[in-house]
């Protein structure tokens, strides 16, 4: 056996040691000069280029009739005017019989003298007679009164209509408002609800959170959330026990098209806190509404820990909850939670910051961690089979074609390996935080019954197999050494 290099004599490390493994961490305009219309059967005269405007006096020429008498032009009995079309004959181009005529060129407008230098129409002319004369009005064979024109006629209806409508919908409005009136007033307090401004939403919601009254809290939101296990008077009081809200304070409001963004700063305890809370008017009925309002907690990372929030038991991996301040723990006995487990849910849609919280094993269950894997190791340790357990397994063949005796076996625990047991620590799985997870302990000293070209003798085998990463289910009644 001098040769062999699985035996004392000159040995040969064997290639088939194993190596530890890792755990792996896993938001119609008005033309210009249209202010007021004439008198609808009337259009204002125009005067032809160089002329004075009709109804201005020039110089040295007669501004009208005189007082009493029918003006110049008047139609005599039973002759309409040279230049007025036949009643009931609008010509082409010419207003409606209803209304009187544009002057045109070189004449006169209608009731007024010639212009100077020009032979008087021949329907003007001088006075046919005062009053009571002869053809004159109000006498006997004189001119009859003329009537208003369609035009006048339907213009004063279409008036009438338009007015008579006007009225019906003064009414209608009224009406409708007076019913909705009355309607709010018999609804329990729905016409104070509509008269809080966006700014008094958030300021009365906030102070019913810090009064720990959740029913009226929730009487805010717009929606109410699905998961109200945190959204209680319970909680709320715990809540403000840890850290009380005070000093509401409206920094700012911006309201418009049924929305409003109202800003407020306030106090968690000695923390300042400034916040933006969405606030509508969902169905445009006057009142005002939270949109969200509450935070979120996550919960994944403690699955199976038996967590608990300002001591409600939470069975979800995302709850929501008002503005305030919430403890977190584990109900289990062996476990419990490092860093600052307080968290704050300061504002509407935020989450609250849980990453520097992690659970731990408490140090009795680190300490009962320890001897579970001690035992199992010392157990595998005494198996003299070439399978034993804790990955210490080795194979019949080394790789140098040195052959194992199976029963012949003999492991010991090298005295560092000894030490890392005994201050072996654990850290809680990600996928599962109730498995803890040791860490790499080190190698083992083998050695055992070998025979290698046909001499037999005890072999040592070199840099031999390593123990492998223990595994406890902590939360278990039973909990087992597991090995990869």
Request: hydrophobic share 30%.
């Amino acid at each position: 056996m001098s040769d062999d290099q699985n035996t004392r004599e000159p040995q040969k490390p064997g290639d088939d040691g194993q190596q530890p493994g890792q755990a792996s961490q896993p938001g119609q305009t008005s033309q210009p000069g249209q202010g007021s219309q004439p008198p609808q059967g009337w259009q204002q005269p125009g005067g032809q280029p160089g002329q004075q405007p009709y109804g201005q006096a020039q110089h040295g020429q007669p501004q009208g009739p005189p007082a009493g008498q029918p003006p110049y032009g008047q139609p005599q009995q039973g002759q309409p005017h040279p230049g007025y079309p036949q009643p009931g004959q609008p010509q082409q181009g010419q207003p409606h019989p209803g209304y009187p005529q544009q002057p045109q060129a070189n004449q006169p407008h209608p009731g007024y003298g010639p212009p100077q230098g020009q032979q008087p129409h021949p329907g003007y002319g001088p006075p046919q007679g005062g009053p009571g004369a002869p053809g004159g009005p109000g006498a006997p064979g004189g001119p009859k009164k003329k009537g208003l024109g369609v035009g006048a006629l339907i213009g004063i209806i279409a008036g009438g209509l338009v007015l008579v409508i006007i009225i019906v919908v003064v009414i209608a409005v009224v009406a409708l408002r007076s019913a909705g009136s009355s309607s709010s007033s018999g609804d329990g307090g729905g016409s104070s609800e509509q008269a809080i401004p966006p700014s008094q939403v958030v300021t009365e919601y906030l102070t019913a959170i810090a009064d720990g009254d959740s029913a009226k809290a929730l009487g805010y939101l717009g929606t109410p959330p699905d998961d109200t296990s945190l959204l209680t008077d319970d909680v709320l009081k715990a809540s403000n026990e840890i850290a009380s809200l005070t000093g509401i304070t409206v920094v700012s409001e911006d309201t418009s098209n049924g929305s409003s963004d109202v800003s407020v700063s306030y106090q968690l305890g000695t923390q300042p806190v400034t916040a933006e809370y969405s606030v509508l008017d969902y169905d445009d009925d006057g009142v005002w509404e939270i949109s969200g309002g509450t935070g979120y907690i996550s919960t994944a990372k403690f699955d199976g820990l038996g967590l608990t929030i300002n001591g409600v038991a939470v069975d979800a991996d995302e709850v929501e909850a008002f503005p305030g301040s919430y403890q977190l723990a584990t109900s289990l006995p062996n476990f419990t939670l490092s860093g600052e487990s307080i968290v704050v849910v300061d504002e509407p849609f935020s989450s609250a910051d849980t990453t520097s919280i992690d659970a731990v094993l408490t140090d009795a269950a680190l300490q009962q961690f320890r001897s579970l894997v001690r035992a199992s190791v010392e157990a595998c340790i005494a198996s003299t089979t070439l399978q034993a357990g804790c990955g210490l397994a080795i194979p019949a063949t080394l790789s140098d074609g040195t052959q194992l005796t199976d029963g012949t076996i003999q492991r010991t625990l090298p005295a560092d390996t000894s030490t890392t047991l005994d201050s072996l620590e654990a850290t809680l799985s990600y996928d599962n935080p109730t498995l803890a997870q040791g860490e790499y302990i080190g190698s083992i000293s083998v050695s055992g019954q070998c025979t290698k070209d046909g001499s037999t003798g005890t072999c040592d085998v070199l840099f031999g197999p390593s123990l492998g990463t223990a595994s406890v289910d902590m939360a278990s009644a039973n909990p087992t050494v597991l090995w990869d």
